[in-house]
């Protein structure tokens, strides 16, 4: 449901108040009872009710992902990570070692 920010022209009162979009504008006063209270136009602001994603994401303890701080040299390359390829590891040979090639 909106919530919409009223004014009194008359004495300066300012209210929130929480109405269904099909709900007629306040017209009176709640301070003075005149018939000068105006809504008016801010940033929209609403309140979410019931159950949904926003009652139970990011509930329980789970964290947000978190976020590859900048290389402090300012420059905007991605960081150095391992290679996807598979690790070859070199054994140790037993024997001699070849014999060079000479002509």
Same mark, same amino acid.
């Given at each position: 449901?909106?919530?919409?920010?009223?004014? $009194?022209?008359? $004495?300066?009162?300012?209210?929130? @108040?929480?109405?269904?979009?099909?709900?007629?504008?306040?017209? @009176? $006063?709640?301070? $003075?009872?005149?018939?000068?209270?105006?809504?008016?136009?801010?940033?929209?602001?609403?309140?979410?009710?019931?159950?949904?994603?926003?009652?139970?994401?990011?509930?329980?303890?789970?964290?947000?992902?978190?976020? @590859?701080?900048?290389?402090?040299?300012?420059?905007?390359?991605?960081?150095?990570?391992?290679?996807?390829?598979?690790?070859?590891?070199?054994?140790?040979?037993?024997?001699?070692?070849?014999?060079?090639?000479?002509?």
């Amino acid at each position: 449901m909106p919530i919409y920010a009223y004014k $009194c022209e008359s $004495c300066g009162f300012a209210k929130d @108040v929480l109405q269904k979009m099909s709900d007629a504008p306040l017209d @009176v $006063c709640p301070a $003075c009872n005149k018939a000068s209270f105006k809504k008016q136009v801010t940033a929209a602001g609403f309140q979410l009710k019931g159950s949904g994603w926003y009652a139970t994401d990011f509930k329980g303890g789970g964290s947000a992902p978190t976020s @590859v701080p900048a290389p402090a040299d300012g420059s905007t390359a991605a960081p150095a990570t391992e290679s996807a390829a598979p690790k070859v590891e070199a054994t140790p040979t037993t024997g001699a070692a070849p014999a060079a090639s000479g002509s």
